[in-house]
């Protein structure tokens, strides 16, 4: 029997099964958790994919990532991929939420647009089953752009050629790139990440540029663009902080609600100085270091407009899934342009500098990939981790730090490596606070911080 028989096969099983006690899936007591282990993971490792990695691969190459609790990472359910390369998500329900809910369509698009370099997202609660073309930029006013199919569970007998397109094996084969829309519309509306962000940046610099000229015209150019760049610095900061669990969920949503709650009679930057304050004594780092930006007058309307343009759902951003060399690329172009103010208005444009040099240019991962393996993998290779820390890995003119970024990921996934093909070695990685077994979650936070101190050096100028 074909592969593909013997999906069809199972499938009908699945099929037959939900349809015998469908009152009961369908119903409110049957969660999300309960519909992934009866029919998800069938129904995929019928697609031929190791749902539970029986083939004990290594972490960074099992070929699914399955979030036991994804209400609390905010990850999608699952992550499939092919050789450490990600090439759909999915989001699982339970049969009894419509996954026509514009949010939950919103919330699987959102991460894997957010990636850059994920095309495709499913959403499913096995009754409905959705594919989307996730490159797209997320609208909620219209979700459903992108679908590239929508079957309900009755209908997967009829359309089992092009399910099967979402096996492993045919993945493999390149399926998913046949799948891709190109018509003239779909093209239209595959606005990266970066370039969306990188526009938005720009309107609320321009919008708190107005703004803070006209409350302090006092200030000249140069502080102005100080107080503008430090506030959008410190506000985009904290939520990739938030984003990425490092800083309390919604503190600044929360900071412009109670700002709401209490009738807007005071500046809400009275509560955002707190939070600055409070940040600056954790982390000790130049960002939140007492500034100007603290007590130029600016309009609270326009900060929480700010503040809540960048969470769900009226942002579609997800800084857990944008990546730091994305983050690095989109801050390089921003900052490649400056505030000039005129007799008629306030403008931002190129810098001098950068308008001479033709506009910023950021080096493709790809690139720095490769660069990185052909230098710093060559100097390392059979190195030790105890040898590897001698070695001192400078770029000059580092800029965001996109090569410096390329190889200290390089370093960390060397000594995983090591670690694996070494476990005598693994001794090494005890450390009073972090714990962990290497094979299975990584480095500790110990072990990183000293790749990082030992290993990475950049410096740059700053252009004025």
Known sequence: MSDINLFRE????????????????????????????????PFFKALGWDIENKAQKPPHERDVIVELSPETTGRPDYNFRINGATKFFIEAKAPSIALDDVNHILQAKSYAWSTKEVYFVILTDFEEF????????????????????????????????????????????????????????????????DKSFLEDLTIWRTELAKDIHKQNP???????????????????????AEDRRTRPDKELKEIAELWKEEGKRKSIMTHLADLFHEINDDLNGDIFKPHACE??????????????????????????????????????????STIRITPQRIKV?????????????????????????????????????KQIEKIKILDPACGSGSFLLGAYQYLIDYHINYYRQHPKDRITLEHPYFRRDVLEEGLTIHEKARILRNNIFGVDMQLK
Do not use: C, M
């Open 10 to 41: 199972k499938l009908y099983n699945l099929i037959l099964k939900f349809e015998k006690d469908k009152t009961h899936y369908l119903s409110k007591g049957y969660p999300e958790a309960q519909v992934r282990i009866d029919f998800l993971n």
């Open 130 to 193: 959705r594919l989307y073309d996730a490159s797209l930029k997320p609208n909620p006013k219209f979700p459903d752009e992108g679908l590239i199919f929508d079957f309900k569970y009755t209908e997967y007998p009829d359309n089992i050629e092009k399910l099967w397109e979402l096996s492993k094996e045919r993945v493999e084969q390149g399926s998913l790139d046949a799948l891709l829309p190109k018509d003239t519309k779909s093209k239209r509306l595959r606005i990266p990440p």
């Open 218 to 240: 006092e200030f000249d150019v140069k502080l102005l663009n100080d107080v503008v760049q430090r506030l959008l610095d410190r506000i985009i900061f904290i939520r990739i």
């Open 295 to 336: 007590t130029a007058d600016v309009d609270s309307v326009l900060l929480a407009e700010i503040i809540e343009s960048l969470y769900f759902p009226k942002s579609r951003y997800r800084f857990d899934a944008i990546g730091v060399e994305l983050l690095g690329s989109i801050y390089e172009r921003y900052l490649g």
């Open 349 to 385: 444009e190129e810098k001098p500098e950068v308008r001479k040099a033709g506009g910023v240019y950021y080096t493709p991962k790809y690139i720095v990939d490769y660069i990185v393996k052909n230098t710093v993998g060559k100097t390392i290779e059979g190195k030790t981790p």
